[in-house]
């Protein structure tokens, strides 16, 4: 299983090496820590997605990107249309910018300043959808809503759980659940004038989201998966029914489904239009271990060895870049390159610092830099006003992440 995640040793210490030449060839010393996207790696997952898409479009995930210049990258390829964002003002701001002028936001808003720019704007109000799964998210919608304002576009976020003995399996996110009262919402939008019903979301992150082949934990793999196949086979059968269903009450433009870790099975779908990937671009560890794609890793970030307490360990300026979700030493950054570094179970990754042990430990010299995956795509590059674009050898490029742009979204 090490090969599947370009875990072998020599392949890390090569690549310890190639990052460490790039920042030798840069013309400046780079301030720490260093953030890195490697583009050979990025454009390689790009590919492979629109081939496990099949034909269908993809819609990039701008929160696991947070970098314009990603994000106009991958839609660049051919196979990718369209952003799906994760918030009304990061959607606005994309579309003034020039980036998109195809953009859903995933999750519903009730950020009523926002909402306003969004109907006293008639171009980004025909360029952005929004999410609903209440009667409440329109009642807000129409709060900011004059006589004069365009129509706005709408999506229904409908549930994609597993349901299974009375048991719901999956993210806690919408409540509309059953085929009735999914359409008593679309009826509802219709009936409001300033309101259009465009489109569908069903996220199923429970097969999308969750590593299915992970070699410290092999009976839990298979379980994953029988789970992740009866879910498929279950969203399908709901896919259908509700696509019939709100076909009767709306004209739809798209229904988007799957994430990075399901881009073939939500693809063969017939009710899916539209695949939303992101995290499947820079492939973050909790993606390393998954039975449908290969991962190709295409992020780090290079902190610098300040202090070395004892033999055998080495101390690290920086490194606590968590990522959310369930608190566990899966949402840490590992040690990456070069191999045969880990963290301590009493400190972990720190803010300030990190202590690092292991046989690598003895090789390193104060000022050497160990370059680190985070666990999770987007999120490390809130800590990152600038991130280096790696080809080869050497770095192409040095562009602002959203931060870098000075928006924190």
């Not at 929160?63 to 839609?75: F, T, V, W, Y």
């Not at 009304?88 to 953009?103: P, Q, T």
């Not at 433009?253 to 009710?271: H, K, L, P, Q």
């Not at 104060?366 to 999770?376: S, Y």
């Given at each position: ?8 040793v ?97 999750y ?133 029914e ?10 739809l ?22 695949i ?6 820079l ?68 803010e ?23 666990a ?27 931060r ?6």
């Amino acid at each position: 299983m090490a090969s599947r995640s370009g875990a072998g040793v020599v392949a890390r210490n090569q690549l310890w090496t190639r990052l460490n030449d790039a920042v030798a060839k840069s013309d400046a010393p780079l301030p720490t820590p260093v953030f890195v996207v490697d583009l050979d790696a990025f454009d390689a997952n790009a590919a492979d997605l629109v081939r496990r898409a099949g034909g269908l479009p993809i819609r990039v995930a701008s929160k696991s990107l947070r970098i314009p210049a990603l994000i106009e990258r991958a839609l660049a390829h051919p196979g990718f249309q369209g952003v799906l964002a994760f918030t009304l003002r990061e959607a606005l701001w994309l579309y003034r910018e020039g980036i998109s002028d195809d953009l859903v936001v995933a999750y519903p808003t009730v950020d009523r300043g926002a909402l306003a720019e969004l109907v006293a704007d008639e171009g980004a109000a025909a360029a952005i959808t929004l999410m609903v799964d209440s009667a409440a998210h329109l009642d807000v919608v129409e709060s900011v809503r004059i006589p004069s304002s365009p129509q706005v576009r709408l999506a229904l976020d409908v549930d994609a759980g597993l349901h299974l003995a009375g048991q719901h399996i999956g993210p806690k996110r919408s409540p509309l659940q059953d085929t009735a009262a999914i359409v008593a919402l679309a009826r509802e939008i219709a009936r409001r004038e300033g309101l259009r019903l465009v489109g569908v979301m069903t996220y199923e992150g429970q097969v999308a989201g969750l590593q299915d082949t992970v070699p410290t934990a092999r009976a839990k793999s298979v379980v994953v998966r029988r789970l992740k196949a009866l879910s498929m086979s279950q969203l399908a059968v709901r896919r259908r029914e509700i696509d019939a269903a709100l076909r009767q009450v709306a004209s739809l433009e798209f229904w988007n489904g799957g994430g990075s870790g399901s881009v073939a099975e939500t693809a063969a779908d017939a009710a899916v239009t539209e695949i939303a990937a992101g995290s499947g671009l820079l492939v973050p560890t909790l993606f390393d271990h998954y039975a449908s794609f290969e991962p190709r890793p295409a992020s780090y970030v290079g902190l610098p060895v300040v202090r070395r307490p004892a033999p055998g360990v080495v101390t690290v300026h920086g490194g606590g870049i968590i990522a959310s979700g369930p608190t566990g030493a899966d949402r840490s950054p590992t040690p990456w390159a070069p191999a045969g570094l880990e963290l301590t179970a009493l400190e972990g990754a720190g803010e300030v610092q990190t202590p690092l042990t292991g046989p690598s430990a003895d090789l390193l010299e104060v000022g050497d830099l160990v370059w680190f995956r985070p666990a999770k795509s987007g999120e490390p590059f809130e800590h990152a006003p600038t991130v280096h674009l790696l080809s080869g050898s050497e770095f192409v490029d040095s562009v602002p992440s959203y931060r870098g742009c000075g928006q924190a979204f």
